[in-house]
């Protein structure tokens, strides 16, 4: 018999079509909560295009509107990245835990817009384009295709991808600026003081002081700059933040980056520019057309243009503001947690519901840097995903990777256990031999039943999976209102390793022959087979494609309903015909390198770039290796056998 979940007073019941109930232990029993980060009731998601190009009618100054929902929706964000560089793992990353976050939105019945895109104004882009003897926008056009097909290789199932010289965005944010010199939010000044090139953001004294008069993020030095430039009154908004940030604990996040901010705050705010005159590429500044908008004002107003927050009249988009999470590295939290909100104070729009603001990543222990041959690139990344599939680097990613406030360490020793030890052996090997059981056994008579001659379901003291199943679904959403990601899969998989534990204690192969044992026997496959289908539902969001793998070997692709629904005890139907399943092949260890050893074989390769002796080039490059650290070690030892070192 199949269970059916209905959502019903905000309790999970559980019914049955022809069986006796199936009750869900009190302790058990999902509540429907509504997320702190995004908005009300629920529809469920459905892909959008948004293809057609059309003429937008602009907000004039007094006019800004905003289109209340009676949908819940759930809008999700990714900083918009800077055609300046190139996708690395930090682009990567960063959209990954976006898409995660989305996707697991989706699945629980939220109407969800993913917005990602690239940032395509400022002097860097400039200088590089006159570097390259091409108009910027030439440049601007090469490098956006180049982010957006990295995103696309990496199953990134964002709604839109917003530029910055799209001519949507252009007008609206002339409109927005237009709004702020109204208010006398901006006016023009002057201002000298400690600027970061790099960051294309000025320091305070103090903090210039702190920093010994170099970069925070690149460590290059600050540059004295006297500028005259339009200034946006930051300072006029110091106590309602400091009060956001009391009454809000959690509208920064992770708390130790909240911390960070606040005391930055304390320390005294000052006016910021949102103009400059010493570069043209970018959208001119309203009236005054020989100051262009400065890029960092410019870039943020992405999150408001893309759903067209800046259209006379409103749009059907304006539904998913506010944002319920914009995610990014912590190189950029300032704009987003203290700039950002005072802008949107100053145009009366609720703010975004949390910023989620992670670390960097370093490689095995060494902070990444193109110039040691350490970085990881798109090219790097791909070889992994040759090795260890899409959703295998997707599952690292998420669980390895700097969510927190501490840096992460990017090691494919790491890769390779987790790898092995959650997919290949726990959720690859627990389905692999639950359906070649099923289908030894009962030799084309599909999944067995777990109910009894009685009726009732066979249970197994201390295995109580209908409890088990719903803990684990529990657990997986408030991780993700907790955006504690790693948490969910970590909760995902706890389920199948029970299931491992299970068969251990129960060991099926040998009552299948003992003819008395049939009853639990059949209960037993049922149970784990069940379970395995619920953490696959549960990782979806993580591991897209397999887990439709999955689905399909165990004929449950069909099932609908949100997550909750679908993770219901009861959804495989006895007499269905299972799949053996192989998810996920096993990949041979890497070799273990020490840190001597990585360092070691960086400076083989920071020689080899420089060497003019060809055999010793080819001595160390001509056999094809599957990993960066690999081609490393492999250096590092034929360059010492050589005695080279």
Request: net charge neutral; hydrophobic share 40%.
């Amino acid at each position: 018999p199949r269970g059916v979940v209905r959502m019903a007073s905000s309790r999970v019941m559980a019914k049955a079509n022809t069986a006796p109930n199936v009750v869900v232990p009190k302790s058990v029993r999902l509540t429907a909560s509504l997320s702190p980060f995004c908005q009300r009731p629920t529809t469920l998601y459905s892909k959008r295009a948004f293809t057609k190009r059309r003429t937008l009618a602009l907000v004039r100054p007094g006019e800004l509107q905003v289109t209340a929902s009676k949908e819940e929706t759930c809008y999700v964000t990714t900083p918009i990245y800077y055609v300046n560089d190139k996708p690395h793992i930090g682009h990567v990353y960063t959209s990954t835990l976006a898409d995660v976050y989305a996707r697991y939105q989706r699945a629980i019945g939220r109407d969800t817009f993913f917005l990602t895109g690239t940032d395509e104004h400022g002097i860097k882009v400039e200088q590089s384009a006159e570097r390259l003897g091409v108009p910027p926008q030439q440049l601007a056009d090469e490098n956006s295709a180049a982010f957006r097909e990295a995103m696309q290789t990496f199953g990134l199932s964002f709604d839109d991808f917003i530029r910055t010289t799209d001519t949507r965005h252009k007008d609206q944010v002339a409109a927005f600026v237009t709004q702020l010199l109204g208010k006398d939010m901006v006016y023009l000044g002057e201002f000298e003081g400690w600027y970061d090139e790099g960051q294309e953001e000025y320091v305070t004294e103090k903090n210039a002081q702190d920093q010994d008069y170099k970069s925070a993020i690149s460590g290059k030095p600050l540059v004295r700059a006297t500028e005259e430039n339009y200034y946006f009154r930051l300072s006029a908004f110091q106590e309602k933040l400091e009060a956001l940030y009391e009454s809000n604990p959690t509208f920064v996040r992770p708390a130790a980056r909240k911390n960070e901010i606040l005391n930055r705050i304390k320390e005294g705010l000052q006016d910021v520019p949102v103009s400059r005159t010493n570069f043209t590429w970018g959208i001119p500044m309203p009236q005054d057309e020989k100051h262009v908008i400065y890029v960092w004002i410019d870039a943020l107003f992405n999150y408001l243009s893309a759903i067209n927050m800046g259209v006379a009249g409103g749009d059907a988009r304006n539904k998913y503001w506010p944002a319920g999470v914009h995610v990014m590295a912590k190189e950029i939290a300032w704009f987003h947690a203290v700039i950002w909100p005072a802008v949107l104070m100053a145009l009366d729009l609720p703010l975004p519901k949390m910023i989620y603001a992670h670390g960097f990543w370093v490689r095995d222990g060494v902070k990444m840097s193109k110039s040691l041959g350490n970085f990881v690139d798109l090219e790097c990344l791909a070889g992994y995903v040759e090795t260890y599939g899409l959703d295998g680097m997707r599952y690292y990613l998420l669980v390895q990777g700097p969510i927190g406030a501490i840096d992460a360490n990017f090691s494919e020793q790491r890769l390779n256990e987790l790898y092995t030890n959650d997919l290949v052996n726990t959720l690859g090997n627990c389905a692999s031999r639950t359906t070649a059981m099923i289908n030894k056994y009962y030799k084309g008579a599909g999944v067995p039943s777990e109910m009894g001659p009685d009726g009732e379901r066979v249970t197994f003291e201390g295995y109580d999976f209908p409890a088990l199943a719903a803990a684990a679904t529990a657990e997986v959403l408030q991780s993700l209102e907790d955006f504690n990601l790693p948490a969910a899969a970590t909760a995902a998989i706890k389920l199948v390793q029970q299931v491992d534990v299970f068969i251990t204690a129960t060991e099926p192969y040998k009552l299948a022959k003992d003819e008395t044992q049939a009853v639990q026997l059949a209960a037993i496959l049922y149970q784990c087979i069940e379970a395995v289908r619920i953490a696959g539902v549960l990782l979806e969001p993580i591991m897209p494609t397999k887990m439709d793998e999955l689905a399909a070997a165990l004929g449950t692709s069909d099932v609908e309903g949100t997550l909750e629904e679908r993770a219901a005890w009861g959804q495989m139907v006895p007499g269905c015909n299972v799949q053996k399943v192989a998810l996920f092949p096993r990949v041979e260890a890497p070799l273990q390198l020490e840190r001597a050893d990585v360092l070691g074989g960086m400076r083989v390769v920071r020689l080899l770039r420089r060497a003019n002796d060809s055999n010793a080039r080819q001595g160390a490059t001509r056999k094809p290796l599957a990993s960066r650290s690999a081609q490393l070690a492999y250096a590092f030892v034929a360059m010492k056998k050589a005695r080279v070192l």
